[in-house]
Protein backbone atom coordinates (compact mmCIF):
# COMPACT_ATOMS: atom_id res chain seq x y z
CA UNK A 1 0.00 0.00 0.00
CA UNK A 2 1.56 3.55 -0.97
CA UNK A 3 1.20 5.60 2.08
CA UNK A 4 2.52 9.00 0.24
CA UNK A 5 0.17 11.41 0.18
CA UNK A 6 -0.04 13.65 -3.26
CA UNK A 7 0.21 17.24 -1.91
CA UNK A 8 -2.91 19.34 -2.35
CA UNK A 9 -3.18 21.47 -5.06
CA UNK A 10 -4.09 25.79 -5.15
CA UNK A 11 -4.71 27.08 -8.22
CA UNK A 12 -5.05 30.93 -8.20
CA UNK A 13 -6.12 33.16 -10.82
CA UNK A 14 -3.19 35.74 -11.59
CA UNK A 15 -5.17 39.53 -13.27
CA UNK A 16 -2.65 41.92 -11.74
CA UNK A 17 -3.75 42.72 -8.31
CA UNK A 18 -1.66 41.50 -5.00
CA UNK A 19 -4.04 39.91 -2.52
CA UNK A 20 -5.02 36.65 -3.98
CA UNK A 21 -1.46 35.85 -4.88
CA UNK A 22 -0.14 36.70 -1.72
CA UNK A 23 -2.92 34.83 0.26
CA UNK A 24 -2.09 31.68 -1.71
CA UNK A 25 2.10 31.93 -1.57
CA UNK A 26 1.05 32.48 2.22
CA UNK A 27 -1.64 29.15 2.28
CA UNK A 28 0.60 27.02 0.32
CA UNK A 29 3.52 27.79 2.58
CA UNK A 30 1.26 26.80 5.47
CA UNK A 31 -0.11 23.54 4.11
CA UNK A 32 3.02 22.57 2.12
CA UNK A 33 0.36 22.87 -1.27
CA UNK A 34 1.56 23.01 -4.13
CA UNK A 35 1.11 26.50 -6.55
CA UNK A 36 -0.66 26.72 -9.56
CA UNK A 37 -0.76 30.62 -11.07
CA UNK A 38 -3.28 30.78 -13.80
CA UNK A 39 -3.53 33.52 -16.32
CA UNK A 40 -6.54 33.47 -18.69
CA UNK A 41 -7.24 36.01 -21.64
CA UNK A 42 -10.17 36.89 -24.06
CA UNK A 43 -9.79 38.70 -26.82
CA UNK A 44 -13.01 41.27 -26.96
CA UNK A 45 -15.18 41.20 -30.05
CA UNK A 46 -14.54 44.29 -30.64
CA UNK A 47 -10.73 43.37 -31.36
CA UNK A 48 -9.14 44.17 -34.61
CA UNK A 49 -8.45 40.45 -35.99
CA UNK A 50 -7.67 39.75 -39.41
CA UNK A 51 -10.14 38.12 -41.81
CA UNK A 52 -8.13 34.92 -42.32
CA UNK A 53 -8.95 33.89 -38.43
CA UNK A 54 -12.86 34.35 -38.35
CA UNK A 55 -15.19 31.42 -38.22
CA UNK A 56 -19.09 32.21 -39.60
CA UNK A 57 -22.02 29.82 -39.07
CA UNK A 58 -24.76 29.67 -41.26
CA UNK A 59 -28.17 28.54 -40.29
CA UNK A 60 -31.16 28.53 -42.84
CA UNK A 61 -34.28 28.45 -41.71
CA UNK A 62 -37.87 27.49 -43.50
CA UNK A 63 -41.37 25.80 -43.21
CA UNK A 64 -43.86 23.54 -45.05
CA UNK A 65 -41.54 22.27 -47.98
CA UNK A 66 -37.85 20.27 -47.67
CA UNK A 67 -35.03 22.29 -48.70
CA UNK A 68 -30.98 21.88 -48.55
CA UNK A 69 -28.28 24.20 -48.25
CA UNK A 70 -25.36 24.35 -50.14
CA UNK A 71 -21.85 25.80 -50.53
CA UNK A 72 -20.09 26.53 -53.85
CA UNK A 73 -16.45 27.45 -53.41
CA UNK A 74 -15.70 28.63 -56.50
CA UNK A 75 -12.25 30.94 -57.86
CA UNK A 76 -12.39 34.64 -58.97
CA UNK A 77 -14.24 33.86 -61.71
CA UNK A 78 -16.94 32.30 -59.68
CA UNK A 79 -16.44 28.72 -60.88
CA UNK A 80 -16.38 26.06 -58.90
CA UNK A 81 -12.89 24.14 -60.02
CA UNK A 82 -13.08 20.76 -58.93
CA UNK A 83 -15.60 18.36 -57.73
CA UNK A 84 -14.95 18.86 -53.60
CA UNK A 85 -15.04 22.75 -53.99
CA UNK A 86 -18.95 21.50 -54.02
CA UNK A 87 -20.64 21.40 -50.76
CA UNK A 88 -24.01 19.71 -49.89
CA UNK A 89 -25.82 16.60 -48.51
CA UNK A 90 -24.15 14.23 -50.08
CA UNK A 91 -20.80 15.75 -49.67
CA UNK A 92 -21.01 17.78 -46.43
CA UNK A 93 -17.30 19.09 -45.87
CA UNK A 94 -14.86 20.09 -48.10
CA UNK A 95 -11.26 21.81 -47.96
CA UNK A 96 -10.28 19.48 -45.05
CA UNK A 97 -13.77 20.70 -42.92
CA UNK A 98 -12.99 24.20 -43.43
CA UNK A 99 -16.37 24.69 -45.15
CA UNK A 100 -18.77 22.25 -44.08
CA UNK A 101 -22.82 21.34 -43.27
CA UNK A 102 -23.83 20.08 -39.84
CA UNK A 103 -27.41 19.15 -39.05
CA UNK A 104 -30.44 19.67 -39.82
CA UNK A 105 -33.82 19.47 -37.79
CA UNK A 106 -37.12 20.45 -36.68
CA UNK A 107 -36.77 23.18 -34.38
CA UNK A 108 -40.73 23.61 -33.51
CA UNK A 109 -42.62 24.89 -37.06
CA UNK A 110 -39.33 24.89 -38.57
CA UNK A 111 -36.76 23.35 -40.24
CA UNK A 112 -33.31 24.76 -39.70
CA UNK A 113 -30.14 23.63 -41.45
CA UNK A 114 -26.57 24.97 -39.98
CA UNK A 115 -23.22 25.05 -41.92
CA UNK A 116 -20.07 26.55 -40.75
CA UNK A 117 -16.88 28.32 -42.74
CA UNK A 118 -13.63 28.81 -41.22
CA UNK A 119 -11.92 31.34 -43.76
CA UNK A 120 -8.92 30.88 -42.32
CA UNK A 121 -8.31 27.19 -43.56
CA UNK A 122 -9.79 27.98 -47.19
CA UNK A 123 -7.24 27.06 -49.87
CA UNK A 124 -6.00 30.15 -51.81
CA UNK A 125 -7.55 29.33 -55.31
CA UNK A 126 -11.25 29.54 -53.09
CA UNK A 127 -11.89 33.78 -54.04
CA UNK A 128 -15.80 33.15 -53.17
CA UNK A 129 -18.46 31.14 -51.26
CA UNK A 130 -21.76 31.04 -52.95
CA UNK A 131 -24.54 30.08 -50.23
CA UNK A 132 -27.44 28.67 -51.93
CA UNK A 133 -30.78 26.79 -51.04
CA UNK A 134 -32.18 24.29 -53.72
CA UNK A 135 -35.31 22.33 -52.84
CA UNK A 136 -36.00 18.83 -52.71
CA UNK A 137 -35.88 17.53 -56.24
CA UNK A 138 -38.00 14.29 -55.70
CA UNK A 139 -40.81 16.77 -54.63
CA UNK A 140 -41.03 18.97 -58.19
CA UNK A 141 -41.64 21.98 -55.67
CA UNK A 142 -39.91 25.34 -56.53
CA UNK A 143 -38.66 27.72 -54.09
CA UNK A 144 -42.64 29.83 -54.25
CA UNK A 145 -42.98 26.78 -51.54
CA UNK A 146 -40.76 27.66 -48.76
CA UNK A 147 -42.39 29.81 -46.48
CA UNK A 148 -40.62 32.18 -43.86
CA UNK A 149 -37.49 31.99 -44.89
CA UNK A 150 -34.07 33.12 -43.60
CA UNK A 151 -30.61 32.94 -43.71
CA UNK A 152 -28.50 33.91 -40.67
CA UNK A 153 -24.55 34.31 -40.80
CA UNK A 154 -23.28 35.01 -37.67
CA UNK A 155 -19.13 35.83 -37.56
CA UNK A 156 -16.58 35.15 -34.46
CA UNK A 157 -16.34 38.63 -33.87
CA UNK A 158 -20.23 39.50 -33.36
CA UNK A 159 -21.07 40.29 -36.65
CA UNK A 160 -24.19 38.99 -37.81
CA UNK A 161 -26.47 39.58 -41.47
CA UNK A 162 -29.89 38.51 -41.70
CA UNK A 163 -30.96 37.64 -45.91
CA UNK A 164 -34.49 36.66 -46.41
CA UNK A 165 -34.68 34.65 -49.79
CA UNK A 166 -37.87 35.74 -52.34
CA UNK A 167 -40.40 32.79 -52.86
CA UNK A 168 -39.81 32.06 -56.57
CA UNK A 169 -42.10 29.65 -58.41
CA UNK A 170 -39.59 29.67 -61.60
CA UNK A 171 -36.86 28.37 -59.76
CA UNK A 172 -35.58 25.38 -57.51
CA UNK A 173 -32.63 26.46 -56.40
CA UNK A 174 -31.20 30.22 -55.72
CA UNK A 175 -27.61 31.82 -54.77
CA UNK A 176 -29.19 33.93 -51.29
CA UNK A 177 -25.52 35.05 -50.73
CA UNK A 178 -21.92 35.50 -51.24
CA UNK A 179 -18.80 36.01 -49.53
CA UNK A 180 -15.73 36.80 -51.44
CA UNK A 181 -12.20 37.86 -51.13
CA UNK A 182 -10.89 41.32 -50.83
CA UNK A 183 -7.93 42.99 -49.78
CA UNK A 184 -7.71 46.45 -47.33
CA UNK A 185 -4.53 48.64 -47.24
CA UNK A 186 -2.91 45.22 -48.21
CA UNK A 187 -4.49 43.35 -45.31
CA UNK A 188 -6.92 40.38 -46.81
CA UNK A 189 -10.46 40.70 -45.21
CA UNK A 190 -13.81 38.82 -46.71
CA UNK A 191 -16.74 40.55 -47.69
CA UNK A 192 -20.59 40.49 -48.78
CA UNK A 193 -21.56 42.14 -51.78
CA UNK A 194 -23.31 45.60 -50.22
CA UNK A 195 -27.05 44.47 -52.50
CA UNK A 196 -27.05 41.04 -51.14
CA UNK A 197 -28.59 41.95 -48.05
CA UNK A 198 -31.97 43.12 -46.88
CA UNK A 199 -31.98 47.09 -46.47
CA UNK A 200 -32.26 46.58 -42.38
CA UNK A 201 -28.65 45.01 -42.22
CA UNK A 202 -26.27 46.26 -44.46
CA UNK A 203 -22.96 43.30 -45.16
CA UNK A 204 -19.76 44.88 -43.74
CA UNK A 205 -16.57 43.61 -44.08
CA UNK A 206 -15.51 40.15 -41.93
CA UNK A 207 -13.21 41.60 -39.63
Known sequence: MNSQLTPPLIVVGVDGSEPGGRWAVRQAGLTGARLR?????????TWGMPADYSDVDLLIAFSFADADLTLFLTDTNGQVTCDEDFVFYNQPSAARGAARLL????????????AALH???LPAH????AIAVNMDVDTGLTCDALTHASLCMDCVTG????????????VRAMSIAEL???????????KAPPDAADATDRPRSIP
Open 37 to 45: PVLAWQLPR
Open 103 to 114: CKQPDGPHTVER
Open 119 to 121: LAS
Open 126 to 129: IQRV
Open 159 to 170: TAWTFQPPADPD
Open 180 to 190: YRHAVNGQPVW
